[in-house]
């Protein structure tokens, strides 16, 4: 039971241009969520994250968006760079618990 | 800098041959995890500590044991490896909803 997925296993853009990576979710107890980098041969690190109570968060070129009513989250690369190729996994939460669930990722490419 | 290590980063065994993993943390954190990623898969949580208190993930295999002697350190022992355990093993840590990865253990069991 696959409770956080990412339907695109990769995504291509060009240098500048907007990426926008999507996570569906299905679990309706899950009110916190991540995006993770991860570059090859090394472990993710944290990108940004969410709360239930908020639509969007910002950081940067960055921005995280959540439609409740949809159980979708998408994260927005504003203006993409090279450097942001990486797997990008999203990840869900209950502030109450400990564990996080991850989908299966997204790899982005960004072409100068 | 505070942060996750994982030593080795790469380890070679033979099929059947216990192997331990070990993972240290400076963030001082009372959460450790465990996670298996298979290429191009979601990690899969295999256990987590709190504190002492072991937690373990109900399909998670009997060959698959962890030790955590004190806060810093946290070891993945796998009694009898066989060729489906060929994974990154990622150890990470948290004291709130954030986890923090260490760089993972890429396991080749021959």
């Known amino acids: 039971d696959q409770q956080v997925k990412q339907n695109s296993p990769s995504l291509s853009v060009q240098e500048g241009r907007i990426s926008i990576l999507n996570c569906d979710y299905t679990n309706s107890m899950f009110d916190y969520f991540l995006w993770y980098k991860k570059y090859p041969a090394e472990g993710p690190t944290f990108l940004i994250s969410?709360?239930?109570?908020?639509d969007k968060n910002e950081d940067g070129r960055f921005t995280v968006f959540l439609n409740k009513s949809a159980k979708h989250l998408s994260l927005h690369i504003v203006p993409s760079q090279p450097g942001d190729s990486a797997v990008y996994f999203c990840?869900?939460?209950?502030?109450?618990?400990?564990?996080?669930?991850f989908g299966e990722g997204t790899q982005l490419t960004v072409n100068p | 800098d505070a942060m996750v290590i994982q030593n080795p980063r790469y380890q070679v065994t033979q099929f059947g041959k216990p192997v331990t993993l070990s993972c240290s943390q400076t963030l001082n954190h009372n959460v450790m995890y465990w996670y298996q990623q298979k290429s191009s898969q979601a990690p899969k949580l295999l256990f987590h500590?709190?504190?002492?208190?072991?937690?373990n993930e109900a399909d998670t295999p009997d060959n698959f044991q962890s030790r955590r002697p004190n806060t810093s350190f946290c070891f993945l022992d796998i009694r009898s490896p066989g060729l489906g355990d060929a994974a990154m093993y990622l150890c990470?840590?948290?004291?709130?909803?954030?986890?923090?990865f260490g760089p993972g253990t890429r396991l080749t069991v021959l």
């Open positions: 500590y709190y504190d002492k208190d072991f937690n």
């Open positions: 990840a869900a939460t209950e502030t109450s618990g400990s564990r996080l669930t």
């Open positions: 990470a840590t948290s004291d709130h909803n954030e986890q923090f």
């Open positions: 969410i709360s239930s109570i908020k």
